[in-house]
């Protein structure tokens, strides 16, 4: 961060007007397009490294030859402890028919950064690589700190889908912390 311009997003988008909110907006929308446009015949990190899940404590596992594969490394221990009914639910959140697509996995306002109006860098890459289309959006919206209207800017960012998919995660995290 050191040698990049700018401030973080995150610091910097209270002294932001409306019209230079919605500029950065449609070109980080334009970026992520671009990213998700290379897409991937394995789930896996980049140079073929492991698929990491979570920020505070990693795990890693794989890579994995299919999306099926990928949910049967999430659920772990998991399903072997939930009672039947939550294992039920959570199997059902996990679909394996997704694009695999190249990800930020890390995509936050403090991972942005930006100067005189414009992004001049996004940061933290440890944790880019292939993986369903649906793993940019849930891990975006896991990182909703307090930022006003921030959560409707990154509606045009990554304009909403993958309902069902964002449930289940958020689902299961909730469910793995206890």
């Excluded at 997003?9 to 919605?22: E, F, I, N, P, V």
């Excluded at 933290?124 to 930022?147: F, I, K, N, S, V």
Aim: net charge neutral.
């Amino acid at each position: 961060m050191v040698y990049m311009p700018g401030k973080p997003l995150d610091k910097a988008w209270d002294t932001l007007s409306s019209s230079q909110k919605l500029s950065i907006a449609n070109k980080l929308y334009s970026y992520l397009k671009q990213l998700r446009e290379l897409k991937g015949h394995y789930i896996r990190a980049i140079n073929w490294g492991k698929a990491i899940i979570g920020r505070i404590a990693s795990i890693e596992g794989g890579p994995f030859d299919t999306e099926a594969q990928f949910n049967e490394f999430i659920l772990g221990d998991f399903v072997k402890i939930a009672p039947d009914m939550l294992r039920h639910y959570t199997k059902f959140a996990l679909m394996d028919d997704h694009e695999i697509v190249f990800t930020h996995s890390d995509f936050a306002p403090r991972n942005i950064l930006m100067e005189a109006g414009r992004v001049t860098a996004i940061l933290d890459w440890e944790y880019a690589g292939w993986y369903p289309a649906h793993w940019e959006y849930c891990q975006a919206l896991r990182q909703l700190r307090p930022m006003f209207d921030w959560p409707e800017y990154l509606a045009r960012i990554l304009p909403p889908k993958f309902e069902r998919e964002y449930i289940g995660m958020t689902f299961l995290a909730r469910i793995s912390r206890h």
